[in-house]
């Protein structure tokens, strides 16, 4: 298996990947178990924890809206195959204009959403009231495009409320790694920040600090550590704590990636003041 991340080939050994512990949806563990192994883990795989028909009539609802052209000749909107081209005239992804800005403000998408098995998996999580913060992300990759997300944590990127948040990966369809998947540092939630932070120095975009490294071997080689991965299907959902390291995959194949990022926090909390309002790729949160 050939992988990358943002260009740059990083080896599919034992060295560098391992798997993704799973945990058993049907039924779930009880809250105190589901707490104990996200302490230890950081992070919650859960497979076919949504209904899978579900999730793919989402991605097709969602490559409905590309502009002709985009996907290939005789395939469905489900499908979200990649023809190759992007039309003229697009706007970048997810800015106002392009069919992901207007897409997080549909009632599609807020009904699939507004799932009480997401909600009480929060509150579970978050031993109290959970809400899920305004500020949720659809990401689109096609292969081509090197615009992995880099080895980061997400409290560096929602440092302004409380620190206790979960978040949900939701992949819109399935997901190896050659599609652009997620994958995440093994053991990382346990590391003080400065273990990570002359990585830092190592980056494609020296001014966003916020970024670990765009290099995913060398992060790994750097801290010891293993890229944990799996196949995700439709269905599946992950849920990581705001401390662990994670990164994401060049989408190398025709099917084309499509995700869902969510935050929660508890009702009691205070919410980082850029997480209330709706996402749009330009935002700078």
């Not at 469905?76 to 897409?103: I, T, Y």
């Not at 494609?204 to 992060?219: N, W, Y």
Request: proline share 9%; with cysteine.
């Amino acid at each position: 298996m050939k992988l990358s991340s943002n260009g740059i080939p990083i080896p599919f050994s034992p060295e560098l990947f391992g798997p993704l512990r799973a945990t058993g949806t049907d039924p779930l563990p009880d809250p105190v178990a589901l707490r104990e192994r996200l302490r230890a883990d950081g992070y919650l795989f859960l497979p076919g924890f949504l209904d899978r028909e579900e999730v793919l009539r989402l991605r097709g609802r969602y490559f409905s809206r590309l502009p002709p052209g985009f996907l290939a000749p005789g395939t469905s909107a489900r499908d979200g195959v990649f023809s190759g081209r992007v039309p003229e005239g697009l706007p970048e992804h997810g800015v106002a204009g392009h069919p992901a800005h207007d897409f997080v403000r549909s009632e599609s998408f807020d009904r699939f959403l507004d799932d009480p098995r997401l909600r009480k998996l929060a509150t579970d999580l978050l031993d109290g009231d959970a809400r899920m913060l305004p500020r949720r992300i659809l990401r689109h990759f096609h292969r081509g495009v090197r615009r992995a997300s880099r080895a980061h944590v997400d409290f560096d990127y929602m440092d302004e409320g409380s620190p206790d948040v979960v978040t949900t990966w939701i992949p819109v369809g399935d997901c190896p790694p050659q599609s652009g998947a997620l994958v995440y540092l093994e053991g990382s939630h346990r590391l003080p920040s400065e273990a990570y932070e002359s990585l830092r120095d190592t980056t494609d975009r020296p001014g966003d600090r916020r970024q670990i490294c765009h290099d995913l071997e060398f992060t790994a080689r750097s801290l010891g550590r293993r890229w944990l991965w799996t196949d995700f299907a439709a269905g599946d959902v992950m849920v990581h704590v705001p401390r662990i390291v994670h990164a994401s995959l060049d989408a190398t194949t025709d099917a084309m990636r499509l995700s869902v990022d969510t935050r929660f926090i508890r009702q009691s909390d205070t919410p980082d003041p850029r997480w209330l309002r709706a996402w749009s790729a330009d935002d700078g949160a």
